[in-house]
């Protein structure tokens, strides 16, 4: 182990949006915050502002590009980088940098991280063999059990190379005293919501394996719609997948549920919009490598249903996994549009007291999923990997 100042470089392909450019913001404010020295490489963005205001420093550099001559490029530009600023480890947070880092790694000595923030689609042997990249490094982070154990199953890797750090959210931000009754106020009269309303929320992007179409399926059941004052909220951006967003339309149109199923767009306000929702809906129809809508829900004790897909089953629990007095929420298969209407009618139908209990525990599993805890374990890593190497 070495108490002394580190210095770390992390890499991404940009700072605009998404899980990686997040956290590797997140882990530069712990480091500058712990007294070590944060740099991010990356070829610029909006979270660059926010990355500065942390106190950790940015370099620009084409780390998006895929490239084959410009990555090589970008890995004598992180080689000059590590001896410049006597680097102590290199953490490449995407592929196309994992790549330079893996280069720049050998030429300088320096022990290199990846983190699995997402899971690669492997069609042919190219894609499989730029995909594993994020496989060759010194340690490999898997962003939950299940990534882990796929990157095992594709790569044969050895388990005492690969650390399981769960994606970290700010859950300050999720509690109700600290989102106030305007904020919720404002999100009901912009989605026109009535106040003996009961609000079904999807937070997802519109994209076909979020299954938005299975949920609208499943509101249009009995076990839902004869609720009769149920809402169910389409939260989500289609980011360009207009054609995706009218088939949804036209079955909401076809089912003639337009006044009980609403798409709203773009959500400012996630933590406002779960404190407004009766039960929360994550209807994935493809594996998720982590998940934060089911922490969010679970950090403002909503019921919450989810698939039983990826990493879900590590964020909510539910029999026969736990014990029924464990549950937090419920699984259903995916596609399944009956299960998923099952589900939701037991939510909705949960007595006061089940909901307080539910709730209370729901709030405590989420804290495994603290931005704090991700932090903590984060640093004690790099601190252990520059023991050793040293």
Not at 88 to 107: C, K, N, T, V
Not at 114 to 131: D, M, Q
Not at 210 to 219: D, F, N, P, T, W
Request: aromatic share 4%.
């Amino acid at each position: 182990m070495t108490s002394s100042r580190l210095t770390i470089l992390q890499l991404v392909p940009s700072l605009e949006t998404g899980g990686a450019e997040r956290t590797a913001v997140d882990i530069s404010r712990a480091l500058q915050q712990a007294g070590h020295c944060a740099l991010v490489a990356s070829s610029g963005g909006r979270l660059a502002e926010e990355l500065l205001a942390t106190g950790a420093e940015h370099v620009q550099m084409p780390l998006d590009s895929k490239n084959p001559w410009t990555m090589l490029k970008n890995a004598g530009r992180i080689a000059q980088l590590v001896r410049d600023r006597k680097v102590d480890i290199i953490h490449a947070r995407s592929r196309a940098p994992a790549w330079s880092a893996l280069l720049a790694s050998r030429r300088t000595g320096v022990p290199w991280i990846t983190t699995y923030h997402g899971i690669y689609s492997e069609k042919g042997r190219l894609k499989r063999l730029y995909n594993s990249v994020m496989a060759r490094s010194d340690l490999i982070i898997a962003n939950s059990n299940y990534t882990a154990d796929l990157i095992v199953s594709r790569y044969g890797t050895d388990k005492s190379r690969i650390r399981v750090i769960y994606r970290g959210t700010d859950l300050d931000g999720f509690q109700r005293q600290a989102i106030g009754d305007q904020r919720i106020e404002a999100l009901r009269s912009q989605w026109k919501i009535g106040g003996a309303d009961r609000i079904v929320l999807n937070v997802a992007r519109l994209t076909s394996w979020k299954g938005q179409q299975v949920l609208i399926e499943a509101a249009c059941r009995p076990a839902v719609a004869d609720h009769g004052n149920v809402v169910v909220i389409l939260a989500g951006d289609d980011q360009g997948r207009s054609a995706y967003r009218r088939q949804l339309q036209t079955l909401i149109d076809e089912r003639r549920a337009t006044d009980r199923i609403r798409m709203v767009g773009h959500c400012d306000d996630v933590a406002a919009a779960f404190a407004l929702a009766d039960v929360s809906v994550v209807a994935s129809t493809s594996p998720e490598a982590f998940g934060r809508a089911a922490v969010e829900a679970q950090a403002l004790g909503v019921p919450i249903v989810v698939t039983a897909l990826g990493a879900v089953p590590e964020t909510v629990l539910a029999p026969p996994e736990v014990e029924p007095g464990q549950r937090t929420g419920w699984h259903v298969p995916p596609g399944d549009s009956g299960a998923l209407a099952e589900a939701i009618d037991q939510a909705l139908r949960l007595e006061e007291t089940e909901k307080r209990e539910m709730a209370a525990r729901a709030k405590a599993h989420a804290g495994r999923f603290s931005l704090s805890a991700m932090a903590e374990q984060t640093l004690a890593l790099y601190i252990a990997l520059a023991g050793a190497n040293a």
